[in-house]
């Protein structure tokens, strides 16, 4: 059985490095809670989510001069 969102990554590395963060751009912009609906909670949580993860040592954590560096390189 095939799986979509593997296929999907698959095909993802075949793009230039700007298609990628343009694709990313796209997926993170669909998931987006409208900012009129004041879901609060939503962030509340969500916030919540990330920082228990981030706890449990999960993820890697980029300073922020890299991260503006590599923004640099990757944008005209």
Not at 3 to 23: G, N
């Amino acid at each position: 059985m095939s799986d979509p969102v593997a296929d999907l990554a698959a095909q993802s590395r075949s793009l230039s490095p700007e298609e990628r963060v343009r694709l990313l751009d796209l997926l993170l912009e669909s998931l987006q809670v409208d900012a009129s609906c004041g879901d609060d909670e939503f962030w509340r949580n969500e916030i919540a989510r990330r920082v228990a993860s981030h706890e449990r040592g999960e993820g890697t954590l980029h300073e922020l001069d890299d991260v503006l560096a590599e923004m640099r390189r990757l944008t005209p």
